[in-house]
């Protein structure tokens, strides 16, 4: 089995502004960005062709076309391995029941602290580190 010395992230979110912040807070804490888009269709795409896979997914809710919720959905039934944060500013009543459904692993809140985030990437690797199916990476 292959170990990768760093881990990858990947961000869909169709606002610019959020794109840009979470790329420089990720990298700044050592992370590195593997994939950056701003629509579900862009992203999926990407996550096919690209190796390694990213460890975690930050994938917005409300997006133009395709949502956050179908792109989850597909990421996980695609790489079930693969760790995903439900990121959103606009909470409704349904969202956070949706997003577990469709297979997030937790949902956050933009405008959060910028250290939560960090925390909860942390935490996600660990428990990626602890499961018993990383065969994503042979």
Same mark, same amino acid.
């Given at each position: ?52 896979? !990213?460890?975690?997914? =930050?994938?917005? %809710?409300?997006?133009?076309?395709? /949502?956050?919720? &179908? ?42 602290? !910028?250290?939560?985030? =960090?925390?909860? %990437?942390?935490?996600?690797?660990? /428990?990626?580190? &602890? ?8």
């Amino acid at each position: 089995m292959v170990l990768y010395d760093r881990i990858d992230i990947a961000i869909l979110d169709d606002d610019p502004l959020h794109r840009t912040l979470l790329r420089k807070l990720l990298e700044a804490d050592g992370y590195a960005i593997s994939i950056e888009e701003k629509t579900g269709e862009d992203f999926l795409e990407r996550m096919k062709s690209i190796i390694p896979l !990213p460890h975690v997914c =930050i994938v917005d %809710i409300f997006l133009p076309g395709m /949502d956050g919720f &179908e792109t989850i959905k597909q990421v996980k039934d695609g790489w079930p391995t693969v760790k995903v944060i439900a990121y959103t500013g606009l909470v409704e009543p349904t969202t956070f029941e949706k997003a577990i459904d469709a297979g997030a692993d937790l949902l956050m809140l933009k405008g959060e602290h !910028p250290k939560k985030m =960090i925390r909860t %990437i942390e935490g996600l690797i660990e /428990d990626w580190k &602890e499961s018993d199916d990383r065969s994503y990476l042979l």
